[in-house]
């Protein structure tokens, strides 16, 4: 059974970057994409960016300036960095297994992460 | 950018009701679609793919129909263990974007 893990400090300073992984575990990260979404508190979902288990990435155009989402085939791991941080990124940030014509499959259980000073 | 619109925002219904919900997108997307069921503290979990396909698992009173631009998820007969927020997802083309959610709750 897959599954699939964040991990990252759970408060950001303002202006600073966001970094979190995702470690994956119970198959190879290696012929799918993956994705980030991300729900601020008592809000909807949005959709941050995917990878390629190649590298070959996806964003979201309404972040696309902030973004960067790398893989490590090696660690079985891909990552989030979002630059320059405000309080509006305050959110529960998920990562999920892409399976293409399904959807995002297999989820995270998704980890908050505040920004504040 | 494609928009998806989810209608209602919320809905309360009784046990053993029909229950319907729409979303709308702003242009075409095929059947391209996923539907969400997110509970309480929990991650989202797949309910339905290609609009109106079954993900293993979910209970058959869950189905959907549509294409285009127009689709429903239909819950046949409401159960206390349905109580959640659902989402829509297009997958047709990045953006990958989501309908803003309908919480269920049971009356």
């Known amino acids: 059974q897959v599954q699939l893990q964040e991990s990252g400090p759970g408060l950001v300073k303002p202006s600073e970057t966001l970094s979190l992984t995702c470690t994956v575990s119970?198959?190879?990260?290696?012929?799918?994409?993956w994705s980030w979404i991300r729900q601020p508190p008592g809000k909807g979902l949005e959709w941050i960016g995917f990878?390629?288990?190649?590298?070959?990435?996806s964003y979201n155009p309404s972040l696309k300036s902030r973004v960067t989402i790398s893989v490590d085939t090696s660690k079985n791991q891909f990552s989030l960095k979002l630059t320059s941080v405000t309080a509006a990124d305050t959110a529960i940030y998920y990562c999920?297994?892409?399976?293409?014509?399904?959807?995002?499959?297999?989820w995270g259980q998704g980890t908050l992460v505040t920004v504040s000073s | 950018d494609i928009q998806m619109t989810q209608s209602p925002s919320s809905l309360s219904a009784s046990v053993g009701d029909r229950v319907t919900i729409t979303c709308r997108a702003s242009?075409?997307?095929?059947?391209?679609l996923a539907w969400y069921q997110q509970k309480p503290g929990n991650a989202p979990k797949l309910l339905i793919y290609?609009?109106?396909t079954l993900q293993s698992g979910v209970p058959s009173r869950f189905s959907g129909s549509g294409s285009g631009t127009d689709f429903t998820l239909t819950i046949s007969s409401l159960q206390p263990e349905d109580v959640a927020t659902f989402y829509c997802q297009k997958y047709d083309d990045v953006p990958h974007t989501f309908g803003g959610g309908t919480k269920v709750e049971i009356q």
């Open positions: 990878i390629y288990y190649s590298g070959t990435t």
């Open positions: 999920a297994r892409i399976e293409l014509g399904v959807g995002n499959v297999y």
């Open positions: 242009q075409g997307i095929s059947h391209s």
């Open positions: 290609g609009a109106s």
């Open positions: 119970g198959g190879s990260i290696s012929g799918y994409y």
